[in-house]
């Protein structure tokens, strides 16, 4: 199960990826083939995106249960103590 940090709004989050993107997008050079795509068209998608169920690994999850309940499943901790010193930009001593 995945967490999310407290206060995140993933819709939030998303307006202003939206807006960003767009803001790349007007200023590249106009000399592209494609056409810019409207801020409020980029904002709905990433909207629409926000609100679907994250993906789920049906066969990953059947496979964890199975080797919890046998007593096979073992936690690396120096792995999961690594990534996360990693993901926060914490300094290991």
Known sequence: MMTQPIGFNPL?????????????????DRTDAAPPVPVAKLTALVHDLALQP??????????LRQAIASGDYRVDVQMITGAMIDHFGWTRA
């Open 12 to 28: 939030r989050a998303s307006q202003s990826v939206a807006k960003s993107a767009a803001t790349q997008l007007a200023q590249r």
């Open 54 to 63: 994250p993906p789920v690994d049906h066969a990953r999850i059947a496979q």
